[in-house]
DNA sequence: CATGAATGAGCCTTCATTCAT
DNA sequence: AATGAATGAAGGCTCATTCAT
């Protein structure tokens, strides 16, 4: 009935997944609790209810556990932001909707939350990893918004576009580390219309054209004569290598 | 004869103060490279030319060691800060100021800021500490000079100072972590015209009304009749504690 | 077609023999290069290609695995020699056919010749072992020979026959690990010559009665009037318990 | 009174020399009881009465405690054996009185004999070591009695020199072995007489010119015209690098 | 004041071995 | 007959921290 079945009606590769969901949800758990450092494997898969071997089976290292936790979560946002955004028209719109998707993710998985934002953001091993090219990825999300809107003329072409997703996603990461660290705001969700609006600001469009979250498409396109051209080349920057 | 006395020419309290400032160092230095747990407190020690045991003599714990850090860095911040912003007119030039003089820090002392940006940041206990008291203090500088630009009517009221501020901090420190870990860009400095331009939408002034870096002490108090009531009362946010 | 049949022909039983022949020799291999404990079951397996768990079928422990491998090297070299030795007459050219096979057997196989030499001569539990017994079995062919050229004469019998044959096996050995470890001489066989003239000198005949190696059948039974009764019963030593 | 003062009576440096040579015994036991990798360090720490932390002081690996066992007992066998040599005339006498010493020395020190037998001998990487350079330091002086031997014409000199020392160590060892590993002979001193008759055989003297042990400086140099001449350069063998 | 010396506590990792299928 | 999967058990090694001197 429910979407956890009892262990004994898995058969072998499924019980398989599912240990090793087990585990790394038992990382996340206690990663985003303790740190990486204070957080042992031995309490990890005790949490997980495995052996402390079986970890070693799947995760070939503690640090190699760490690295694997946001694959399938990047993979689940990514996938879910693809859907929704060939939904919704307009640059800016798209970047709402990414935007707060992304919040909500975050607010709904605070220990992956905390595990991406205090622990794997400073790795400088991380950078190297299958699952920070995910993240480059899912960046890229942006960037296409970003020069779509550029493109059409929605967003105004005298800005740096890396500089300017730097500054979205540094507000937003901002915003949730102080969740993560201070509990403010309680819900992560109320920064969401005031950081959108901090957004709107630099994307120099008016608050007024966008509808509720989510469900926002109106028609916005290309409305103004405006060239479109971007004193900047888009993605010029070397951090997507 | 130089600024770095001979040891065999101080005196006790003096040469003290000497040791404890290497191991400060010699802490940054080896924390930035290696990071909290990876560095010991025995490769520290010898860097600094002090025994294990000294260390303790005065700082507690590693962990201790490690929150002493920012706080000499802080204060000669926000020293030069206060210094520099008395001679500065107007709200966005104080910011400019601010944001510019900041960054140029972090360039010139790669190794604190890494040791901030990739270590302290991150730290749960860091935030119950004496040294992010005073971190906490060189913000509110931020938000004077976000108040007084509303209350002038050089910034617009329509948008949260906190969020403003989560937005400054936020993309410059994420430009700083990727300076940091991607060396992107290659000087930091490179990175403050652009970065500034987009903080310039956020507070919707135009680049133009901008000199030369810390010299731009162009008249621009409140010269359109906006009556400089902020939606938000200052600093509401329960950060400051 | 070759001596060496493809897999697909094989039937049950012969399969199950050449998998069991390939786990020994991959055995033999891995313990001579990386020594018994570093060796893994693991390892071995996968280069025998059968499973780990095929490894315990047949060989109970791993180190019952390390014990079983002298078991056909020394049966083939046991069974070899007693061909040969029938065809030669003399025992000190009995002695000399049977120190050039050994040296050669070491000298063809130097995989099993480290295992034996480095891993298994040193082990107490390998004294208990079936393969120990099929090697002092080996030995008594040696000690036949010593009898039987004490009986004809042709060894002096005023040396202790045990302590003749553990100076031959002593300088034997001593050479062919100077061979494993150190690579000298680069080509074992290149030691046998200066071997057996050693050798001579301790069964006090002249290296001129010998002539080309294990064709060397001339006529050298008792010349002297030795009365060819030693000093020492034969085999009075405890080690053929 | 006695060599083992108590504890309380050590000075610090005293104290600490005393710690370092009960961690040397203890290993020397406990590898000899139970093999290098079936001793733990643990076992040895407590043996020793130190702190697992204290082996490391010292020896930085386990494996590097192993091959610091030899280095005192080397010593002190090579200091004997130079003082002794020189009171003794004649080579054959001086390795009558070397091979003695040796077994005395192994008979005396069962432990050692059996880690360096059993455990280092066999040792790849112990080969690369300081203390396998003591050991051929050592063996350098039965090469200085041979080619004496040989000079003064009491060692005929048609023989290898290089190999007659591998027949002389390859016998005594093979007799240690023996005795280590099956008791055979119960007390090793007793395999000093025949072991030493068949040395003679090699060096091709009578037994009769030996006296009692370590006791013979009997006047033996050069009795026969032999030219001295060997065939062989001495340690012509690429052994002693 | 300074420190050399000492250690307790603990963790990652490895594998021989087992057993259900 | 054959094996993939799983693990219990164990050990080398590291360091932050203490304390006698």
Redesign the interface.
């Known amino acids: 009935m429910s979407d956890s079945k009892g262990k004994e009606f898995m058969t072998g590769p499924e019980k398989t997944e599912a240990r090793k969901s087990r585990i790394l949800e038992a990382a996340t758990r206690i990663f985003s609790e303790k740190g990486?450092?204070d957080a042992t494997i031995s309490e990890i898969a005790k949490a997980a209810d495995v052996s402390d071997a079986f970890v070693y089976e799947y995760f070939s290292t503690k640090e190699n556990l760490l690295f694997s936790i946001p694959g399938e979560h990047m993979q689940k946002l990514h996938q879910d932001l693809d859907f929704h955004l060939k939904l919704i028209r307009g640059a800016v719109n798209k970047l709402h909707a990414t935007l707060y998707m992304q919040l909500l993710y975050y607010s709904d998985h605070p220990e992956f939350t905390a595990v991406m934002?205090?622990?794997l953001?400073?790795n400088?091993k991380f950078?190297d990893t299958e699952a920070h090219r995910k993240i480059r990825g899912y960046l890229k999300i942006i960037d296409r918004c970003i020069s779509e809107g550029v493109e059409s003329g929605e967003i105004h072409a005298d800005?740096?576009p890396?500089?300017?997703r730097?500054?979205l996603?540094?507000?937003?990461?901002?915003?949730v580390?102080?969740w993560l660290?201070?509990k403010?705001p309680e819900n992560l969700m109320d920064?969401f219309e005031?950081?959108f609006?901090?957004?709107l600001?630099?994307i120099?469009k008016e608050p007024e054209a966008v509808g509720c979250p989510l469900l926002s498409q109106i028609k916005c396109p290309p409305q103004n004569g405006c060239s479109g051209k971007s004193r900047f080349p888009v993605s010029a920057?070397?951090?997507e290598a």
Chains 1, 2, 3, 4 share one sequence.
């Open positions: 990486f450092q934002m205090l622990t953001k400073n400088r950078i800005i740096d890396y500089y300017l730097a500054a996603i540094g507000a937003l990461e901002h915003i580390i102080n660290l201070r403010n920064a005031p950081l609006e901090v957004c600001k630099l120099h920057n070397p951090e």
